[in-house]
């Protein structure tokens, strides 16, 4: 299987080998969270063309459960520095083309707290039925064994009873209070963000995710991965157009590969999530490009290799399209 990449130390080890063959290409940032962990940016281009004359992208995953997104990333990342993919396939990029038309960062693990204290390098389905899947992400409800906790943008531990061990999507923002990095802007998910658009201002912000494909009833869809667009209303006009047709961009990627892509969705939350992604994204959402891959976990269906190639299909696409060479923009 290609090498999964998705834990704080392998990602480290490979940082280190990229810095020694990227050179100037390749800038590292980071930010230290609550629980002490650093939290890196990957920024690569050529710092020899100015910044007016590209594109920013900024790729990144909040969710410690969701660790194709990272193996993702660093198949990307690879492809970009050494030529060949985590497998050693050659790659199909422009990689000098790329690196001179794009500003490129990476923010591989959102949440290191999260990702350390999870159980499994990836879920492939094999130990975690679905609804101990969620018990792991949520944490167990003290008052209903074998349920989910609930799902909050930010909770103190003095005002709740929590989960015993806490579900590994939150992290501790301070002595008393855990986030879900994207539901608010205190995460180190977010302030990450915050600092490396202050330095490279992006156009366009592709986030990585993952879901088991099953309905209601923990019925299989059919389908393995999915483009989200942002909730209703959000986006302004000619930011919504751009956005429909990145997203079939990557849509027809995924199909062009033999994956099993559904058509983009528009984000279906209602209520009390969708308040936090509106006071979390609305104002980004009015200024630049962001939409959310979905891509298959946890199921035995499909090999794990689907999570990291997937993903890595979906960045390929963005980054393609951002040389003119989309597939409608051609
Ligand atoms: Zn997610």
Redesign the pocket.
């Given at each position: 299987m290609i090498p999964f990449i998705a834990k704080q130390d392998q990602l480290e080890r490979k940082m280190a080998e990229w810095q020694r063959l990227a050179g100037p290409l390749l800038t590292t940032d980071a930010i230290r969270s609550y629980s002490g962990h650093p939290v890196y940016a990957l920024t690569l281009t050529d710092p020899s063309v100015p910044r007016s004359d590209k594109k920013a992208v900024y790729v990144a995953q909040?969710?410690a459960h969701?660790p194709g997104t990272t193996a993702g990333m660093a198949d990307v990342i690879e492809q970009l520095i050494a030529g060949k993919d985590l497998a050693g396939k050659p790659t199909a990029l422009d990689r000098e083309r790329i690196l001179a038309n794009t500003v490129i960062t990476f923010n591989p693990i959102g949440n290191p707290f999260g990702r350390e204290n999870a159980p499994e390098l990836y879920y492939d389905g094999t130990k975690y039925d679905p609804a101990a899947f969620r018990c792991l992400i949520f944490g167990e409800d003290p008052e209903q064994p074998g349920c989910q906790w609930k799902r909050v943008d930010v909770w103190d531990l003095r005002q709740e009873q929590a989960p015993d061990p806490v579900g590994i999507v939150y992290e501790p923002i301070d002595e008393f209070h855990y986030a879900e990095p994207n539901r608010t802007r205190l995460s180190s998910y977010f302030q990450l963000f915050a600092k490396m658009d202050a330095m490279h201002r992006y156009e366009y912000w592709l986030d990585l995710?993952?879901?088991m494909f099953i309905d209601g009833n923990f019925e299989d869809t059919g389908y393995s991965c999915q483009i989200f667009l942002p909730i209703a209303g959000l986006e302004a006009e000619a930011i919504a157009a751009e956005n429909e047709v990145w997203a079939s961009d990557i849509t027809e990627a995924w199909l062009a590969r033999g994956f099993a892509a559904a058509a983009p969705h528009r984000s279906g939350y209602t209520g009390a999530q969708a308040e936090y992604f509106r006071n979390t994204f609305g104002d980004l959402h009015r200024r630049m490009h962001r939409i959310t891959t979905e891509v298959v976990t946890n199921r035995q269906k499909y090999p794990v290799e689907v999570q990291v190639k997937a993903q890595s299909a979906a960045i390929e696409a963005t980054l393609m399209r951002l040389q003119g060479k989309g597939i409608h923009s051609a």
């Open positions: 909040p969710h969701e995710h993952q879901m």
